[in-house]
T-cell receptor, first 124, second 107 residues
Framework: EVQLVQSGAEVKKPGESLKISCKGSGYSFTSYWIAWVRQMPGKGLEWMGIIYPGDSDTRYSPSFRGQVTISVDKSISTAYLQWSSLKASDTATYFCARSNYDYIWGTGGYFDYWGQGARVTVSS | EIVMTQSPATLSVSPGETATLSCRASQGVGSNVAWYQQKPGQAPRLLIYGASTRATGIPARFSGGGSGTEFTLTIGSLQSEDFAVYHC??????????FGQGTKVEI
């Protein structure tokens, strides 16, 4: 069974750092892209960026480039999303999701499995 | 950036009726559109990809259509478990994928 299991909820203060995780199982972790998606309270979904665990190729949405860092440790089938200095506006639920995107053919860019979400609250 | 605009923001329907949701892309995206269902407190669930292909396990009452800039998700004979928020997503422009703002289907 394919599963993406995320780390738990976090409560942080502005200026603090944070790294949340997403562990994949039940499939070949290095053969699928892992994306991160933000959902602010009561709002829609925002695509933040994506990483290919096989070679760590990473792409960011212009809206999030420089604001977060996406990384992976393929030895433990885990992807990460991290902040060096959180802001109150980072308060949101963050989802990881799997994609079978083939950028040569331009196919498969949808998300077939999702993590359960990690709620991040940033407040002084 | 390709902007995906969903309408209406909220759709009020009765059980057993048909709901039609729209998603418009600011530029052509071929058939590279997916639809997701999200219930409160849950992760999104893939319903449709390639504009019209149902994902594994999705009931036939869910159907998608369209190409280019106009897309629709139709839910036939709405059941109680279908009341949720629905999101569209384009994946035509790598790596600048974008979602719509969502349509809430309520009783």
């Amino acid at each position: 069974e394919v599963q993406l299991v995320q780390s738990g909820a976090e409560v942080k203060k502005p200026g603090e750092s944070l790294k949340i995780s997403c562990k994949g199982s039940g499939y070949s972790f290095t053969s699928y892209w892992i994306a991160w998606v933000r959902q602010m309270p009561g709002k829609g979904l925002e695509w933040m960026g994506i990483i290919y665990p096989g070679d760590s190729d990473t792409r960011y949405s212009p809206s999030f480039r420089g604001q977060v860092t996406i990384s992976v440790d393929k030895s433990i089938s885990t992807a990460y999303l991290q902040w060096s200095s959180l802001k109150a506006s980072d308060t949101a639920t963050y989802f990881c999701a799997r994609s079978n995107y083939d950028y040569i053919w331009g196919t498969g860019g949808y998300f077939d499995y999702w993590g359960q979400g990690a709620r991040v609250t940033v407040s002084s | 950036e390709i902007v995906m605009t969903q309408s209406p923001a909220t759709l009020s329907v009765s059980p057993g009726e048909t709901a039609t949701l729209s998603c418009r892309a600011s530029q052509g995206v071929g058939s590279n559109v997916a639809w997701y269902q999200q219930k409160p407190g849950q992760a999104p669930r893939l319903l449709i990809y390639g504009a019209s292909t149902r994902a594994t396990g999705i009931p036939a009452r869910f159907s998608g259509g369209g190409s280019g800039t106009e897309f629709t998700l139709t839910i036939g004979s709405l059941q109680s478990e279908d009341f949720a928020v629905y999101h569209c997503q384009q994946y035509n422009k790598w790596p600048l994928w974008t979602f719509g703002q969502g349509t809430k289907v309520e009783i």
